[in-house]
């Protein structure tokens, strides 16, 4: 029983962390002056990461059984998924809900006028989730990232190990370019006072500093504590070692993510939430592949390429939608059913 309290607490923990959080690193964007969208794809993303790029990181540089590394690699794989399927669902899902219970206005023969001058959003806007051909632009070299990256876990050859190099060079590309883009967004986000100085309208730097930083490190442990109470809790469930580590442990590490998403969609900051999944993506599909080209054989078994085909094909449904205008809250959510076929077919894989 104890280990379900510890559970629900570290859960509740990193919500309220990250409510922390993303209010600092709003306050971050401005302090560097970077376009709102990047404060999602890059500053947010690149904290939220922490937790699974560090399992990748040691399981793979100071691992010393093939078992340890195996756990860094199936870490590699298992976040673009959870990401790609659970965290885009959950998204849709509480993009849903807020639209639901919005309050009802009244509508005149003014406001009429207004509300269908206002129904119409341009060519490749998505309405309150921002302007999608980015989105879209971003998940087509995901995918191709992505693709080579399975590939890559399906040959052997001298010069793979150090194809890794290439996948940060990769990262450091889109980091340039998100750093420097121009926002689609307007000059600037609509931001609330700092948690941590509530009465200041501008904050201190250094209170920045330390809101950001201490929620990071609570997101940090609380995401480590709540990975290994689900290895505990697994086996008590009759679930086996290696179900836990590739369908539990992935949605545990990117629980900041989800929940980054849940505060962004409720503040009414669609466009942050989605810029932060894609941005997490981008580094998952990256920086640990890199590491793991670079100090592992990465070569996939059954369940690492089923993980990787799930993924491709709820990336290439995300894409149908932003291609054809259909990127709404109703078709977002199902999303998640991706996982749920992936837990099916990794069941009667491992039976």
């Known amino acids: 029983m104890i280990h379900f309290v510890i559970l629900i607490a570290c859960a509740a923990m990193i919500y309220l962390a990250c409510e922390?959080?993303?209010?600092?690193?709003?306050?971050?964007?401005?302090?560097?002056?970077?376009?709102?969208?990047?404060?999602?794809?890059?500053?947010?993303?690149?904290?939220?990461?922490?937790?699974?790029?560090?399992v990748t990181f040691v399981a793979v540089v100071f691992g010393t059984s093939g078992q340890q590394k195996d756990i860094g690699v199936g870490a590699a794989m298992g976040g673009p998924l959870a990401l790609a399927t659970v965290a885009y669902g959950v998204t849709g899902w509480m993009m849903w809900t807020r639209r639901r219970h919005r309050v009802p206005v009244t509508v005149t023969a003014s406001t009429a006028d207004a509300i269908a001058a206002d129904s119409s959003p341009?060519?490749?806007?998505?309405?309150?989730?921002g302007e999608t051909?980015?989105?879209?632009?971003?998940?087509?070299?995901?995918?191709?990232?992505?693709?080579?990256?399975?590939?890559?876990g399906l040959v052997a050859f001298a010069v793979k190990p150090w194809l890794g190099l290439l996948f940060f060079a990769a990262y450091g590309v889109y980091f340039w370019r998100e750093i420097r883009a121009e926002s689609d967004h307007g000059d600037d986000i609509d931001l609330g006072p700092l948690l941590l100085q509530r009465r200041?309208?501008?904050?201190?730097?250094?209170?920045?500093?330390?809101?950001?930083?201490?929620?990071?490190?609570?997101?940090?442990?609380?995401?480590?504590?709540?990975?290994?109470?689900?290895?505990?809790?697994?086996?008590?469930?009759?679930?086996?070692?290696?179900?836990?580590?590739?369908?539990?442990?992935?949605?545990?590490?990117?629980?900041?993510e989800i929940m980054n998403a849940i505060i962004w969609v409720r503040q009414g900051k669609t466009h942050l939430a989605l810029a932060n999944i894609s941005g997490a993506m981008m580094i998952q599909a990256t920086v640990p592949s890199g590491l793991g080209l670079l100090f592992t054989s990465w070569r996939f078994?059954?369940?690492?390429?089923?993980?990787?085909?799930?993924?491709?094909?709820?990336?290439?449904?995300?894409?149908?939608?932003?291609?054809?205008?259909?990127?709404?809250?109703?078709?977002?959510s199902p999303a998640a059913a991706f996982y749920l076929i992936f837990a099916v077919c990794l069941t009667g894989l491992l039976i």
């Open 20 to 54: 922390w959080f993303v209010n600092a690193v709003e306050w971050v964007g401005r302090r560097l002056d970077v376009g709102p969208l990047a404060v999602g794809t890059i500053l947010a993303a690149f904290g939220t990461a922490l937790p699974e790029s560090a």
């Open 301 to 332: 078994d059954a369940p690492l390429l089923l993980s990787g085909v799930v993924t491709m094909v709820a990336i290439v449904y995300l894409l149908v939608l932003l291609k054809t205008g259909r990127f709404t809250a109703k078709t977002l």
């Open 122 to 129: 341009p060519a490749g806007s998505g309405g309150d989730v």
């Open 200 to 256: 200041r309208a501008t904050p201190a730097t250094w209170a920045v500093i330390v809101q950001t930083l201490a929620t990071l490190a609570i997101i940090f442990l609380a995401s480590r504590i709540f990975v290994g109470q689900l290895h505990v809790i697994g086996p008590m469930l009759g679930l086996s070692a290696a179900v836990t580590a590739l369908l539990l442990s992935p949605i545990a590490t990117e629980l900041p």
């Open 133 to 152: 051909r980015k989105l879209a632009r971003d998940q087509t070299w995901f995918l191709a990232i992505f693709v080579v990256k399975v590939g890559l």
